[in-house]
C-alpha cells in the first residue's frame, strides 16, 4: 500500500492559532518534510510535540531535487507531512511540485486545514469578498509588475497579493498607476502578531504612507475594479482604460471602442477625451 502525504497548514503568527490536528500529525508523521527546519523545531517546542520521523529541509532551493525523494518514500508506504513556514504548503510556498507528483503516482493526498493570510486579510480588508482572486508575488522587475498589474485593470474581483516590506512602496505606486489610485485597498501587516495593522485608503495616499518604511509579512487587498456608468468614469479614466488596452497590444481605435461600449459611452465621448490627453501632454 502507498502512503499518504499530509499538507499541514501552519500559524502565521500567534503560535495558539495551531489547529488541534497539526500536533497529532507531527508526532504521527513518519517523515516531515519542513521549509525550515529551525522553525520546525520552534514550532514543535511550543506545541509541546515530540518527533519520531525523519525530518529533511524542503524549501524552493531544493523542492525539485527533493520531490522525487519523497515520492519514493510515500510509494513506500511512509506517511508524511508538509510544513511550509507559516500557512499552507502549496499557496505561494513550496509544495506543488510534490503534490503534483504524488497525485501522478495515483497516492493519497490531505489536508490539515490551517490559518490562511490570505484569507484572514480579505476577512479584515473592509472590501468585498465575495468574489475574489490570489496573484500571489507580483514580478520584483518594475516593468514586469507594471505589467501584470495592466493586465487585472479591469478585473471586477477582489485582489490579494503578498509583498515584501522592501518593495511596498514601489508596488503600491505601481498599483496606483495601473490600476487608478483612488483604488481602494488594505495593507494588511504582521497579521496575528504582537504589531498587527491594518492600513485602508486609496492607493495613493498608502504609497506615500509605506514611502517612509514598512515592516513585517505583507499582505495587500485591493478592490475590483467598478461596474463603471458613463457618470463614473471621468475623462482621465477613460484615457488610462485606452492607454492599457493599447499597452497590451489593441489597436488604438480598436482600445477606444471597447472602452466606450464597456462604459456605455458614445465612441466620440472617448475619442475626444483621447485627443485632449495628447494636446494636454504636447504631444
Not at 194 to 221: C, F, Q
Not at 261 to 277: C, I, N, Q, T, Y
Request: charged letters at 30%; hydrophobic letters at 45%; aromatic letters at 4%.
Amino acid at each position: 500500500m502507498t502512503g499518504t502525504l499530509v499538507l499541514a497548514g501552519t500559524p502565521i503568527g500567534d503560535v495558539a492559532d495551531a489547529p488541534p490536528r497539526l500536533a497529532a500529525e507531527l508526532a504521527a508523521a513518519e517523515v516531515i518534510a519542513a521549509e525550515d527546519t529551525r522553525r520546525l523545531r520552534r514550532l514543535t517546542q511550543a506545541l509541546g510535540v515530540h518527533t519520531t520521523g525523519r525530518v529533511v529541509s524542503y524549501f524552493e532551493g531544493n523542492e525539485s531535487a527533493r520531490t522525487p525523494e519523497l515520492v519514493e518514500a510515500l510509494a513506500g508506504g511512509a506517511r508524511v507531512l508538509l510544513v511550509t513556514d507559516a500557512g499552507m504548503p502549496s499557496v505561494s510556498d513550496p509544495g506543488y511540485r510534490l503534490v503534483a507528483a504524488a497525485v501522478e503516482r495515483d497516492i493519497k493526498v490531505t489536508a490539515v486545514p490551517g490559518p490562511s493570510a490570505v484569507l484572514t486579510a480579505l476577512a479584515v480588508s473592509g472590501l468585498p469578498v465575495d468574489r475574489f482572486c490570489f496573484e500571489g508575488f507580483l514580478p520584483r522587475k518594475a516593468g514586469e509588475r507594471l505589467g501584470r498589474l495592466r493586465e487585472v485593470a479591469d478585473e471586477r474581483r477582489t485582489l490579494v497579493y503578498f509583498e515584501a516590506p522592501h518593495r511596498l512602496d514601489d508596488t503600491l505606486a505601481a498599483m496606483a498607476e495601473a490600476l487608478g489610485p483612488k483604488r481602494r485597498a488594505a495593507v494588511c501587516r504582521e497579521l496575528t502578531k504582537t504589531y498587527e495593522e491594518v492600513k485602508r485608503g486609496p492607493l495613493d495616499e498608502l504609497a506615500a504612507w509605506a514611502a517612509e518604511g514598512v515592516r513585517g509579512e505583507i499582505t495587500i487587498v485591493v478592490e475590483g475594479a467598478p461596474e463603471a456608468g458613463p457618470q463614473d468614469l471621468d475623462p482621465a479614466e477613460l484615457v488610462r482604460r485606452v492607454q492599457v488596452r493599447e499597452e497590451a497590444g489593441e489597436r488604438r481605435k480598436e482600445a477606444i471602442a471597447a472602452v466606450a461600449a464597456e462604459a456605455g459611452l458614445p465612441k466620440r465621448e472617448v475619442f475626444d477625451a483621447v485627443v485632449a490627453a495628447k494636446n494636454a501632454a504636447g504631444k
